[in-house]
């Protein structure tokens, strides 16, 4: 798994062994401390909430299922309520491609100009754009840095509250 192999029945083991970790109380999906409230907070306001995860969608699911802070089970809450449709490189596409997200605005029903991306990574935030898309990129801690050239290109936010 450390080589991302993707061999059928390896994922096949690996899904077994996140989904028992998950259950178990093994794992839980780490969040920043702003996403969760303002995921919320953007639900209450009405706003169609989608994810685009190289994971699979079930394995999306999954994380938002056990979202948490790293402790026990019973720390975890499901946010999946929050998410109106999940996307990933097979029902989309790559994510450094445009066209991914030409299908994504399409199967939420909304023009590109219409629709926020948000992510930590500029190729993707790239491609957004180049379809009209209005996007910025996160800027975690302990992300890839950010070149002058982002910088001065790209909307560029520390947090989902900045939005």
């Not at 061999?7 to 998950?22: D, V």
């Not at 992300?143 to 909307?155: G, H, Q, R």
Request: charged share 25%; hydrophobic share 40%.
């Amino acid at each position: 798994m450390a080589k991302d192999v993707k061999i059928s029945y390896l994922k096949s083991l690996q899904g077994y062994l996140w989904i028992k970790g998950y259950q178990n109380g093994n794992y839980t999906a780490p969040l920043f401390p702003d996403v969760a409230p303002q995921l919320k907070a953007w639900h209450a306001a009405g706003k169609t909430l989608a994810i685009f995860s190289s994971g699979s969608v079930d394995a999306q699911k999954l994380f938002f299922q056990y979202t948490g802070s790293g402790e026990a089970r019973s720390a975890t809450e499901d946010l999946n309520y929050l998410i109106t449709d999940y996307f990933d490189t097979v029902n989309a596409g790559p994510k450094a491609e445009g066209q991914s997200y030409v299908k994504i605005a399409e199967k939420l029903g909304r023009k590109c100009g219409d629709v926020l991306f948000l992510s930590d990574n500029v190729n993707e935030v790239r491609a957004a754009l180049s379809v009209g898309m209005k996007a910025a990129v996160v800027d975690r801690p302990e992300n890839a840095p950010l070149s002058e050239e982002d910088k001065k290109e790209l909307v560029i936010i520390k947090g989902l509250q900045e939005v």
